[in-house]
């Protein structure tokens, strides 16, 4: 990690805090909520943006995620922090089962199988209706969101915790591809064979990458849970998979900031656009349609291609 | 109902779904077959056929059409328009991107978000229905021992409508018409040319991007005409295009991905034990199940259950 990487990434974090105190209310709060679903982005690039899965399935490491803390709060009464590990657990094992089957396939199939995976994963949560409520989802309550002596559903407090997560997500990214292990994933997206050639083992890279980056997103999903006070099976659907995969086009596959930057970006889209007309997603179709055409490297990695090279 | 009649009735829905399963499928199929890519808003053309069968059925009912000559009229310009759009598409977004096959991916699922959503804007949130051209109720008969032997009657609640013989018979004549179109013609010879080497049909004089338009509208006609044979049964609504794309995902996965005998003979498959298992579990039950068995195939047999491997 060079020292110019550091400045960047924590200047970016600095200027975060400092928004805490300077935001308006409302924006206040689109940040806070900007923040959990970027670390859910960061955790898709790993796998996307880095490691060159297109996966369309992790909606359900965040659903996993959001419902090891749903249910663990909402049945069992377990407290936010060891829920919240729990959740991470839940998308740990479920990213491990999902890869050791999906990464069996490459390219499309892949794409295919991970859809699949998460479309049985939506249709699990409403089939046990009994446990998760279906569709009306489950309304964690207030006691159970607290840590110590943090009450999560005080705006600040929800703030400067999304703060937190975003920033470890963030610099856990940064080190990861600057460490050796996150070059080998390059390598594997831009020439698997040619990895496998100099001896690495690339099934093993993609599993461990698919693991941490499936970890991330439930990490994510679980922290969404106790923030927000909802769980719901909308957030386990094959959108949110298609979501992330926005974002992360949108703000720069294969680049640190790029995540937060596509999050941010397409929020405040959808928040003008939805003032417009029902129809927002719209924006978000003409988006990709865009990107695939004129900018496949996303916000960041065009300022990456323009000026500034070894951006991370 | 007893158990048998009870099973006919499913069978026989489900024969219904298989057909328009079939066609849909197969359209999804030959776009993959010749172009090698997977098109994500399939779906979304199959809803706009239902949608465009609306809308012509209103405006023919206008002109003061009976309900035959507007659906003639629908299932002949619905395709074509739908047909015509995605050629467009074809042209102004996946030939500049090379068809490379993630970022087609990437670029259908936005087309897929965009035509849904100007549905929406266009058309409303509410479903619309269309009129069948005809839609007599038939009584199915049964047969049971009874005090004299085997006895034939007519239980009540087992029966069919003519429209639902239709759809099934009229997929079979498209269906095979599109077999006879794609061995027996010269222009399927071109695109089973095209499918087979791509740059050795370019160095033969093929027009290679005009197949590919023409390929990319006509996997999307397919599509459109199912929306418009279903619209009679199941109103248009403007998010009735994912759930298709799942089921004809499936059917192309299990027949083998670019196998159009594969394909029907998958849709039947599916079509029919959905309506099968339907009868004995709960469909999520029946959908969760599979879900899982495509993701299974795709991982441990990726040719498909009836494909053969290439190469």
Partial sequence: MTRRDLTSHLGLIAGLFALHFILPAYHHGVFARVMVLAVYAIGYNIAFGYTGLLSLGHAMFFGAGMYGVGIASYHFAIPALPAWIIGLGCGALLALVVGLLALRTEGVSFMIVTLMFAQAAYLVILYFSEYTRGDDGLVIPGDMRAIGSWDLSDEGTRYLLAWALFSIALMLSLWLVRHPFGRVLVALRENEERARLLGYDTGGRKLAALVISGTISAAAGGAYATMFGYVGASFAGVQYSIFALLWVLLGGAGTVLGPFVGVLFMTYLNDVASGVTEAYMLIAGVVLVLLTLFAPQGIVGEIRRRFWKDLP | ?311
């Avoid at chain 2, 047909?83 to 068809?99: F, H, M, Q």
């Fill in chain 2, 1 to 311: 109902m007893e158990f048998g009649p009870y099973l006919m009735l499913a069978m026989l829905e489900g024969a219904v779904l298989a057909a328009v399963l079939a066609l849909m499928a197969s359209g999804l199929s030959l776009v993959f077959g010749v172009m090698r890519v997977v098109n994500v808003a399939h779906g979304e053309f199959y809803m706009l056929g239902a949608v465009m069968a609306w809308v012509v059925t209103q405006f023919m009912m206008g002109l003061g059409g009976g309900p035959a000559v507007n659906f003639i009229a629908a299932a002949v310009l619905a395709p074509l328009i739908v047909g015509s759009i995605a050629a467009a598409a074809d042209v102004v977004i996946l030939k500049r991107l090379n068809y490379d096959p993630e970022r087609v991916i990437v670029a259908t699922i936005g087309l897929l978000y965009i035509i849904q959503q100007a549905a929406l804007m266009g058309y409303g949130p509410d479903a619309k229905p269309v009129v069948a051209p005809f839609n007599e109720r038939i009584a199915l008969p049964w047969v049971a021992w009874g005090e004299n032997g085997l006895e034939m009657y007519y239980p009540w609640g087992l029966s069919t409508t003519s429209y639902k013989l239709f759809v099934i018979v009229a997929a079979v004549v498209i269906l095979a018409g599109l077999r006879l179109f794609m061995t027996r013609s010269r222009a399927g010879l071109i695109m089973r040319a095209t499918q087979l080497d791509g740059e050795m049909a370019t160095a033969f004089g093929i027009p290679v991007e005009r197949v590919y338009a023409i390929v990319f509208g006509a996997g999307a006609a397919l599509a459109a005409l199912a929306g418009v044979l279903i619209v009679p049964i199941q109103q248009a609504h403007y998010l009735m295009g994912g759930d298709a794309l799942l089921l004809s995902f499936i059917v192309v996965i299990i027949g083998g991905l670019g196998s159009l005998a594969g394909t029907v003979v998958a849709a039947v498959l599916i079509g029919m034990s959905d309506g099968i298992i339907s009868v004995f579990f709960t469909p999520t039950l029946a959908k969760i199940i599979a879900t899982l068995a495509v993701a299974l195939v795709l991982v441990f047999r990726p040719q498909g259950l009836f494909g053969v491997k290439n190469r």
